[in-house]
């Protein structure tokens, strides 16, 4: 995110927000956050799975995540937060409370799952798993799908992957330089077939790399969406889909 759209982000944030309170955080693992807000303000408000919000933390930053659960009825989200590193957003998950006020927009577009045909094939890292575990949420559920993460510790990660229902998943360990990619390419091409549809998200690298090797293979571009998560040396990407 530049720094002349992350000020008018964050600009939107302040004036048009909506506020709520958080009722629940759980430590999942060392790295993971399952958090739930609530609020009046999301009351009856519309959501598409794959949706995200954003939350402010004061002066120019916000972060992004996806809710894997809403429910429209009683006003809350349910959201699964990776502590990345040492950015505002992970600071901020780390130390949220019950109680704790918080401000955001959305839900708005990022990716709608809810149109994604089956089969399909889910490409992602630890930023992914919310978005990945939101696909429960649409029609045909996870059905059909063939989910591939890189993750620096598929270990640590398995018993979260277990309870969010992507025990079956195919896991590459990241390596220095990226060079588990030669990999991960392969597995992607081999399992996409003429009807496949592929979510690539993630790192925007990872994502371009993957993106190009399936339009070298004749995968048509109309069957590959691209939402980018983060990127080294950026902050705050909030998802762009191409």
Not at 119 to 127: M, Y
Request: proline share 4%.
């Amino acid at each position: 995110m530049n720094h002349a759209m992350g000020t008018l982000e964050s600009t939107v944030l302040r004036l048009f927000g909506r506020r709520g309170e958080v009722r629940k955080v759980e430590s999942v693992g060392e790295r993971y956050r399952l958090v739930t807000i609530c609020g009046e303000e999301l009351v009856e408000r519309a959501w598409t799975v794959g949706d995200m919000i954003q939350f402010s933390f004061g002066g120019w930053e916000s972060r992004a995540y996806t809710p894997l659960s809403y429910d429209r009825v009683g006003g809350s989200l349910a959201f699964l937060g990776y502590l990345h590193g040492n950015g505002i957003g992970s600071a901020w998950l780390e130390s949220l409370k019950i109680g704790e006020r918080c401000a955001f927009v959305g839900p708005r577009a990022a990716v709608n799952l809810d149109v994604v045909p089956r089969p399909a094939l889910f490409f992602g890292d630890e930023t992914s798993l919310s978005t990945a575990a939101a696909m429960r949420a649409t029609a045909h559920g996870e059905n059909d799908v063939s989910f591939v993460f890189e993750l620096t510790s598929p270990e640590s990660c398995a018993p979260l992957l277990a309870r969010m229902g992507l025990e079956r998943a195919t896991l590459f360990r990241r390596e220095a330089a990226d060079g588990h990619l030669d990999a991960v390419e392969r597995h992607v091409l081999e399992t996409f077939q003429p009807a496949t549809r592929g979510v690539f998200t993630g790192k925007a690298s990872s994502i371009a790399r993957l993106y190009k090797a399936a339009r070298r293979a004749g995968i048509p571009a109309r069957q590959i969406t691209n939402v980018a998560y983060w990127a080294p040396g950026r902050k705050g990407l909030s998802g762009v889909q191409r």
